[in-house]
């Protein structure tokens, strides 16, 4: 898990969204410049705008329904040597990851939609889903940087 390699790292961004979809793009635009001043993923910054909105878009969705009442929690870590951490919570009942059918494989390759936590795990080097799905983290190496244990 990655998360301990970012123990002594101050979240740089904490937001709480609420469950529609149009605040999805906008929480999505704010990480993401806040990424960049940060310089935690330079050259990487693609793959983790992608990764970001599925899971954001995600968890809006399927997690709130789309009840702007209900709120999505975001919590970026960043750190130019360690690289970004990104840890989106929302409130509902969950899902198991592994039931979700592979988007490149038989009639799913015609599918419109299915390829969120698909796309996730190729865009990013570390992808986990804890609370029973309800909490989904995204972790990005940084490409300067080595971890060494703490």
Do not use: Y
């Not at 790292?9 to 904490?14: D, Q």
């Not at 840890?87 to 599918?111: H, Y």
């Amino acid at each position: 898990m990655p998360d301990r390699f970012f123990r002594n790292v101050e979240a740089c961004l904490v937001l709480r969204i609420p469950g529609q979809s149009d605040a999805a793009g906008k929480a999505v635009d704010q990480i993401m410049e806040v990424i960049q001043l940060k310089g935690c993923v330079v050259g990487q910054e693609f793959e983790v705008e992608v990764a970001l909105l599925e899971a954001v878009a995600n968890a809006v969705k399927h997690g709130c329904k789309g009840d702007p009442e209900q709120e999505v929690e975001i919590r970026v870590l960043c750190d130019p040597e360690k690289g970004l951490l990104i840890i989106i919570r929302d409130p509902g009942k969950g899902f198991d990851p592994e039931a979700v059918p592979s988007p490149i494989e038989g009639e799913n390759l015609l599918r419109t939609h299915g390829r969120g936590v698909w796309l996730m795990n190729r865009m990013m080097d570390t992808v986990s889903f804890r609370e029973g799905g309800r909490e989904v983290v995204l972790h990005k190496k940084s490409p300067s940087g080595e971890w060494e244990e703490e």
